[in-house]
């Protein structure tokens, strides 16, 4: 057996897809496993623009369940996947997700569905089920059918039983992943940096955000994510490297180059790192602060390209 796939005692991280074509269907699918949680002991989690329905359908024991916005919870996948990775550790867990997939971009799309496969890995040590609502009425074929690849069980009118299209997140390589990144435009405003030039490296990218006109609360999470890749090349790598920055549209792209680099873990700073590791904080953290961040490794560099939003 995979150690991803779950395990019949229950006490190891259970992720179940439960793809549904109605409201009775979705109903007859989740509201039995949300009493048994109940009566487990177990905490409840519902993030689900479904709540009202599930509500009414659990009566008294809808008191009884903690709820969220899936607006807020799924906004940006890898906070999403901190979120779920803070509420299920050291707790005996039932959470009932269902992101808004509708209206997403490709990209944020392509996100969203790493980050539902990462989970995978990052709460393989939690007392935790998971299920994923999938209203096929509503979501696009292709988000659909991912489903199938980053859960390893899927729920349906004949119980759980085992995903055959499931990967192993090391494993998932979606298309956007091995494609090149586009060129820097132009006029693209590059700075070099070493073990005594990064105080003066975080200051051009400050002092070049300010100027495109960039939020200044994001000005600040764009400096630390970039100080944070940059201090690992500098500590971890070739002692030394290229900060690339430019417009793009409404967003702020700033590229970190490491001359020799190279990329060994597919799921670089998409797992939390345990609180007493020294390391491993630097991707994590521009995960979380960026709004994407894109890595690749070739033609003797690894690049860093992190992207940032102007606005708030």
Request: charged share 25%; with cysteine; hydrophobic share 40%.
């Amino acid at each position: 057996m995979r150690p991803d796939r779950a395990r019949a005692d229950g006490e190891s991280f259970q992720h179940v897809a439960v793809p549904y074509d109605s409201d009775a269907s979705l109903l007859g699918l989740v509201v039995p496993r949300v009493r048994a949680a109940l009566g487990e002991g177990r905490r409840v989690l519902l993030i689900t623009t479904r709540l009202h329905l599930l509500a009414e359908a659990l009566g008294p024991d809808a008191d009884r369940v903690e709820t969220r916005r899936p607006a807020s919870w799924y906004a940006h996948p890898f906070r999403m996947l901190a979120a779920c990775h803070d509420y299920t550790r050291g707790r005996r867990t039932f959470v009932v997700g269902e992101p808004g997939r509708q209206g997403r971009t490709e990209r944020e799309t392509g996100e969203l569905i790493r980050c539902e496969s990462v989970l995978n890995a990052a709460l393989r040590p939690a007392t935790a089920t998971l299920l994923c609502l999938y209203d096929l009425r509503a979501v696009p074929r292709d988000v659909a059918d991912s489903c199938q690849v980053n859960h390893p069980v899927l729920l349906g009118p004949d119980g759980e039983v085992p995903s055959a299209r499931y990967v192993e997140p090391y494993e998932l390589v979606l298309p956007h992943d091995r494609a090149p990144l586009p060129r820097p435009p132009g006029d693209a405003v590059t700075i070099g940096f070493g073990g005594h030039g990064l105080r003066r490296a975080r200051q051009a990218v400050a002092a070049y955000a300010r100027a495109v006109g960039m939020d200044p609360d994001r000005v600040t999470s764009l400096v630390i994510s970039v100080s944070e890749i940059a201090a690992n090349s500098i500590e971890h790598g070739a002692g030394h490297g290229v900060i690339t920055m430019w417009r793009a549209g409404g967003e702020l792209v700033c590229e970190v180059t490491e001359p020799g680099g190279a990329l060994d873990d597919p799921l670089a700073g998409c797992i939390p790192p345990e609180p007493a590791s020294p390391r491993g904080y630097g991707l994590w953290i521009s995960r979380q602060l960026c709004d994407l961040v894109e890595l690749r490794s070739g033609g003797g560099a690894l690049r860093v390209r992190l992207h940032l939003s102007l606005g708030s």
